[in-house]
């Protein structure tokens, strides 16, 4: 009998409502409030980038070869310097109690039940603390946005440090934010039973002026701070003052710092970044956390973060949230590849939805893969037990996929096992 058949012997190993991640996507959709799918499932613009993060991947096929040997297939890798189940992680996503109320709890969990790497959101439902309790000794790393204000990043850095966190991983693709239409027109917001922990202490004290703030601060020099009286009457009312991103100030051509309650459409951009200043600034601050950069897509920028020293490359858009017509993560992954030469670890995300397409991503030379939506879609299905379906669908198809195409070790895997096919449909050798 086929092992994918129930018996007598006891249930199904397989959920049997659930085979995919198509169907996984469509389970959640069922249970997802309209706001929070589309806030989740949205790219920028007319999604053109976040289309082609998926079809890119139907542009190469797989060539196995036969008669190798796969009677023993190891799966792992290592990532942060410790063993990971598969070369894939949960990438860091963010507000994930809006689609189960364990949120990212559950994610942990799972993560930690299936040895898989987890990457958490800083504007995540729950405390950064409590997620790595969750997920034990599991590793785990902490997506960050590098704050105007930079005493808001360096208390939550410190308090990564302490719970253990193996990496920080810095978004560097929203300079701005992208345009989300279905955002705007839900007017979404986070509904008021939930809330983002990691920043309730930064919260109390937005207002107040910032002490022990290095001298290489960027712009502690140029920054005009807003006027704090009305949201000082505001807090002794205990009215909750409104949150206002940063501008430039038209009359002093100087930065005015968002001001209010720390919120991802008024903080998380930040147009000041540079790679002169801020790297320097986030290793010295991080260590001995590693550094990574999270949204690279050429390979002029591959070359920036070698040279400024970062412990490992990124190649994402944001999901297709950013900029709508970018290129797509997988397309543009073998130009990174080529100009960092191994120097640093590259990683990639978008689009993945089968274990084939860690394969090809492998294949094409990515060192590691991470997911996003698909682990949102398990913990809207069943929570904890959705999200480790999630893990479970792609690290057996992850391994079947190496067994048919003759290979053993996540090692093994490189482009001569990959053709292209091209726009007549003809396949061609990498």
Same mark, same amino acid.
């Given at each position: ?49 976040l289309?082609?993060?998926? /079809? ?38 963010? +507000? ?34 409590? $997620? ?20 808001h ?53 937005t207002d ?5 703030t ?35 100030d ?17 903080h ?22 590693? $550094? ?23 190649? /994402? ?38 274990g ?45 996929? +190496?067994?048919l195409?003759?290979?053993?070790? $996540? ?20």
């Amino acid at each position: 009998m086929p092992p994918s058949a129930p018996s007598s012997e006891g249930p199904s190993p397989h959920d049997l409502n659930c085979l995919t991640i198509t169907e996984l996507e469509a389970l959640a959709y069922e249970r997802m409030d309209k706001q929070t799918r589309d806030y989740y499932n949205e790219g920028a613009d007319s999604g053109t980038t976040l289309a082609e993060n998926l /079809s890119a991947y139907q542009k190469y096929r797989i060539r196995p070869r036969v008669l190798r040997d796969i009677s023993q297939i190891d799966t792992t890798t290592s990532v942060f310097g410790h063993t990971n189940a598969a070369p894939f992680g949960v990438a860091p996503t963010a +507000m994930q109690r809006l689609a189960h109320s364990d949120g990212e709890i559950a994610t942990a969990r799972a993560c930690r039940s299936k040895g898989i790497v987890m990457g958490l959101s800083s504007f995540s439902t729950s405390t950064l603390e409590d $997620v790595a309790a969750a997920n034990g000794s599991n590793p785990h790393a902490l997506q960050l946005y590098l704050f105007e204000e930079r005493e808001h990043s360096r208390k939550l850095i410190n308090r990564a440090k302490k719970a253990g966190y193996k990496a920080v991983l810095l978004t560097v693709d929203t300079p701005m934010l992208g345009r989300r239409n279905l955002e705007i027109r839900n007017q979404f917001k986070l509904p008021s039973h939930l809330s983002i922990p990691n920043f309730a202490e930064q919260d109390e004290d937005t207002d107040s002026t910032v002490s022990n703030t290095d001298t290489s601060d960027a712009n502690t020099a140029s920054v005009e701070r807003k006027p704090t009286s009305k949201s000082k009457a505001q807090a002794n009312t205990k009215e909750r003052p409104a949150s206002a991103a940063g501008r430039l100030d038209e009359d002093s051509k100087k930065r005015v710092l968002p001001s209010g309650p720390i919120t991802f459409h008024t903080h998380a951009a930040n147009p000041t970044l540079s790679w002169e200043e801020s790297i320097p600034w986030l290793k010295k601050v991080c260590a001995p956390m590693e $550094v990574w950069v999270k949204g690279i897509a050429t390979a002029e920028d591959a070359l920036l973060a070698v040279h400024h020293g970062v412990d490992g490359i990124i190649v /994402s858009n944001h999901g297709g949230r950013q900029l709508n017509g970018a290129l797509a993560t997988l397309d543009a992954l073998p130009e990174v590849v080529a100009a960092v030469q191994k120097k640093v670890p590259v990683h990639v995300d978008g689009g993945i939805r089968h274990g084939t397409d860690i394969f090809k991503a492998l294949a094409l030379g990515a060192d590691f893969c991470w997911v996003g939506r698909p682990v949102l879609w398990g913990l809207a299905y069943k929570g904890e037990q959705g999200v480790e379906l999630c893990l479970k669908l792609l690290l057996d198809e992850f391994r079947l996929t +190496m067994g048919l195409a003759g290979v053993t070790s $996540v090692k093994e895997i490189s482009k001569e096992f990959l053709c292209r096919i091209d726009r007549d449909g003809f396949a061609s050798r990498l």
